[in-house]
């Protein structure tokens, strides 16, 4: 069965460094999303996208993120000058339709 | 501010007995409607999903949908202490720009053997 491929699947870094977290979603679907859920707490919508540009984003997206789709088959999510509250599993999802798959999610933490 | 509201539980149910969880959300204009399952540290696993009122059965799951009542359901027959889990409900409200899942914070379900 396809599956949404995300790496790393954790990544420890020090508050005010940058990091990229990678999804390779299924190859025949068409929209992109990035949610995080931080330990204890629900899962929350950051960012939709399709035809290669964002089609919805949450409150939470501010200009510390952004999203790249660089070569056709990865996905990016970028978060600038990480902050501990960014602390959370990350997690990609891709669909054709309303089919959802979730990756395997990076888990992020900000020390 | 659409909201999901799930009973954080847990809700403990004997092997073998009905597991009953429920939802309700808070926007009219929702259309499609999820269940997830989540393990500890895991990714969410779509379970199944519906889209038109009244029952949807799939194995031993069966998802229930009242939009007048606003309200899901998830019956999980014959519980096994596998499906001891997080089970979300997530929904989806279009919107002119997408079609992002909102999920509610999750009901924590205990099958005991």
């Known amino acids: 069965e396809p599956e949404v491929t995300q790496t790393p699947s954790h990544q420890v870094t020090q508050m005010g460094q940058e990091v990229i977290l990678r999804c390779v979603p299924i190859?025949?679907?068409?929209?992109f999303y990035w949610y995080r859920q931080i330990l204890g707490q629900k899962v929350e919508f950051l960012v939709s996208f399709y035809n290669n540009e964002i089609s919805e984003k949450s409150e939470i997206f501010d200009d510390q993120f952004s999203v790249e789709r660089p070569d056709g088959s990865n996905f990016t999510l970028k978060i600038r000058s990480t902050k501990l509250e960014d602390s959370a599993m990350y997690f990609c999802a891709s669909t054709l339709n309303y089919g959802y798959t979730f990756g395997s999610g990076t888990r992020l933490t900000v020390v | 501010q659409k909201e999901v509201e799930q009973n954080s539980g847990p809700l403990s149910v004997p092997e073998g007995a009905i597991a009953s969880l429920n939802c309700t959300y808070s926007d009219r204009g929702s259309q499609s409607f999820f269940w997830y399952r989540q393990y500890s540290g895991k990714s969410p696993e779509l379970i199944m999903f519906i889209y038109s009122n009244g029952d949807k059965e799939d194995g031993r799951f069966t998802a229930q949908l009242n939009k007048a009542s606003q309200y899901v359901s998830l019956l999980i027959r014959d519980s096994q202490p596998s499906d001891s889990a997080t089970y979300l409900c997530a929904v989806i409200t279009p919107s002119n720009s997408g079609y992002a899942l909102n999920f509610g914070k999750g009901t924590s379900l205990l099958v005991t053997p």
């Open positions: 190859s025949n679907h068409l929209y």
